[in-house]
Nanobody
Framework: QVQLVESGGGLVQAGGSLRLSCAAS??????MGWFRQAPGKEREFVAA???????YYAESVKGRFTIARYSDEMMVYLQMNNLKPEDTAVYYC?????????????????WGRGTQVTVSS
């Protein structure tokens, strides 16, 4: 059973930066991504990548967030720059083996517990 563990959330002022990390253990994944959920809102796609060079971003974070893999490890990070109050949410790491639509939460098999990101204005 694959387990995903996130780290790196916290409180930051608007315009600041944070880096979230997610490590997968206990099995193999070929796609890893990040989703977020703000209070009272549905979970939404943020960014995802596969091990074949595919990178995908939500329009709301393009140019500000970067998803990348740590070397050959099953570990990714999400570098978040120029953070805005509307980025405040619980951020979840997700992973799966099959390819397919990167932005569809229902296609991900494994989920982390989430890490809180709060951006103050």
């Amino acid at each position: 059973q694959v387990q995903l563990v996130e780290s790196g959330g916290g409180l930051v002022q608007a315009g600041g930066s944070l880096r979230l990390s997610c490590a997968a253990s206990g099995g193999t994944v070929n796609v890893m991504g990040w989703f977020r959920q703000a209070p009272g809102k549905e979970r939404e796609f943020v960014a995802a990548m596969n091990w074949f060079g595919g990178l995908y971003y939500a329009e709301s974070v393009k140019g500000r967030f970067t998803i990348a893999r740590y070397s050959d490890e099953m570990m990714v990070y999400l570098q978040m720059n120029n953070l805005k109050p509307e980025d405040t949410a619980v951020y979840y790491c997700a992973g799966r083996q099959p390819s397919g639509m990167m932005s569809t939460a229902a296609l991900y098999t494994y989920w982390g517990r989430g890490t809180q990101v709060t951006v103050s204005s």
